[in-house]
T-cell receptor, first 115, second 110 residues
Framework: EAGVAQSPRYKIIEKRQSVAFWCNPISGHATLYWYQQILGQGPKLLIQ????????DSQLPKDRFSAERLKGVDSTLKIQPAKLEDSAVYLC?????????????FGPGTRLTVL | KQEVTQIPAALSVPEGENLVLNCSFT??????LQWFRQDPGKGLTSLLLIQSSQREQTSGRLNASLDKSSGRSTLYIAASQPGDSATYLCAVQGFQKLVFGTGTRLLVSP
C-alpha cells in the first residue's frame, strides 16, 4: 500500500514570496490533515478535511495560509506572503475515518526555509 | 487547553541499555495516547496506541504505559540498539485534535 505522498520535499524562498505544498493521501482515506512542525517542537494541526469539507481550521493563520482539497483526494496548502516564522516542516497525514480511534499516517513532510 | 510535555528532551545511551521516556499531559479527558517515532527527513511512524481504558501496550521491545488519572505515560525500550536512534513523540487525542509533545531525541551509540 502506497503511503502519503508530499511534494516538494524541500523549498527555500524569500520572505513575502508565495509557496504551495501538495499532498496525496493514502487511497480511500477520507480524512486529511496538515500540520506545521517548527524546529524543536511537536507538530501542530493547521487544518483537517473530511472529504473536501473543512472540519477544523482553528489554528490556521487565515490571513496568509489557505488550503483546499479538490474532489476529496489531493490537497494543496498555500502560504502567501511568507514570513520568516513560517520556516518549518509541513506534514500531511491521512486517516480512513475522522474519529479519535483511527491512526493517522504521515507523509515525509516538506521542509520550508524562508530567508 | 491540552499541553503535553516530554522529559528528557535528549538522551544518549550505549547500546544494550534499557531506557524510559516520559510524557505528561494536563487534561486527562483523552480518548487515546500514541507514541510516534520521527527519523530525520522522514515523517512520523506510529509505534503504539493506548486507548484511554487501557493501562499498557506492547510491541516487540517497546512497552508503553498510561496512567490517565495522573496525566502520565512512559515508553520503555528494552535492549536499545543503534537503529533506535530517532526522535520519539508522544501525542494525546482529544475530542478532535491530536496534541503532540516536543519530543525526546534519542541517540544509541554502538
Amino acid at each position: 500500500e502506497a503511503g502519503v505522498a508530499q511534494s516538494p520535499r524541500y523549498k527555500i524562498i524569500e520572505k513575502r514570496q508565495s509557496v504551495a505544498f501538495w499532498c496525496n493521501p493514502i487511497s480511500g482515506h477520507a480524512t486529511l490533515y496538515w500540520y506545521q512542525q517548527i524546529l524543536g517542537q511537536g507538530p501542530k494541526l493547521l487544518i483537517q478535511f473530511q472529504n473536501n469539507g473543512v472540519v477544523d481550521d482553528s489554528q490556521l493563520p487565515k490571513d496568509r495560509f489557505s488550503a483546499e482539497r479538490l474532489k476529496g483526494v489531493d490537497s494543496t496548502l498555500k502560504i502567501q506572503p511568507a514570513k520568516l516564522e513560517d520556516s518549518a516542516v509541513y506534514l500531511c497525514a491521512s486517516s480512513f475515518r475522522p474519529d479519535y480511534a483511527d491512526t493517522q499516517y504521515f507523509g515525509p513532510g516538506t521542509r520550508l526555509t524562508v530567508l | 487547553k491540552q499541553e503535553v510535555t516530554q522529559i528528557p528532551a535528549a538522551l544518549s545511551v550505549p547500546e544494550g541499555e534499557n531506557l524510559v521516556l516520559n510524557c505528561s499531559f494536563t487534561d486527562s479527558a483523552i480518548y487515546n495516547l500514541q507514541w510516534f517515532r520521527q527519523d530525520p527527513g522522514k515523517g512520523l511512524t506510529s509505534l503504539l496506541l493506548i486507548q484511554s481504558s487501557q493501562r499498557e501496550q506492547t510491541s516487540g521491545r517497546l512497552n508503553a504505559s498510561l496512567d490517565k488519572s495522573s496525566g502520565r505515560s512512559t515508553l520503555y525500550i528494552a535492549a536499545s540498539q543503534p537503529g533506535d536512534s530517532a526522535t520519539y513523540l508522544c501525542a494525546v487525542q482529544g475530542f478532535q485534535k491530536l496534541v503532540f509533545g516536543t519530543g525526546t531525541r534519542l541517540l544509541v551509540s554502538p
